[in-house]
């Protein structure tokens, strides 16, 4: 079994950072596309950005320039630094991996709140 962590969600004020953090564990032989995703309430879970196991990474088009994912493949970490943020960010963040266990899955976190609000 894998489980997926993550941290560092939080309120923030419109204008202000975070860093989102998402370990893997458990029988992992490799990882492939990790991603984050978020849910605002009311709405559907949207796609924030992804990234390869060979770092190639892709946006959504409102968070283009503003947050940059980023992957630690000896820790299984993948991360979400996001600036300038705007209170449309609020949302639920989801992490999730297409994992090698040895059969290949989908994993999901459980989310972590961001609100951004003055």
């Known amino acids: 079994q894998v489980q997926l962590v993550e941290s560092g969600g939080g309120l923030v004020q419109p204008g202000g950072s975070l860093r989102l953090s998402c370990a893997a564990s458990?029988?992992?032989?490799?990882?492939?596309?990790m991603g984050w995703y978020r849910q605002a309430p009311g709405k559907q879970r949207e796609l924030v950005a992804t990234?390869?196991?060979?770092?190639?990474?892709n946006y959504r088009d409102s968070v283009k320039g503003r947050f940059t994912i980023s992957r630690d493949n000896a820790k299984n970490t993948v991360y979400l630094q996001m600036n300038s943020l705007k209170p449309e960010d609020t949302a639920v963040y989801y992490c999730?991996?297409?994992?090698?266990?040895?059969?290949?899955?989908?994993?999901w976190g459980q989310g972590t709140q961001v609100t951004v609000s003055s």
């Open positions: 999730n991996a297409h994992v090698l266990t040895p059969t290949l899955k989908e994993y």
């Open positions: 458990g029988r992992i032989f490799s990882i492939y596309d």
């Open positions: 990234i390869t196991s060979g770092g190639s990474t």
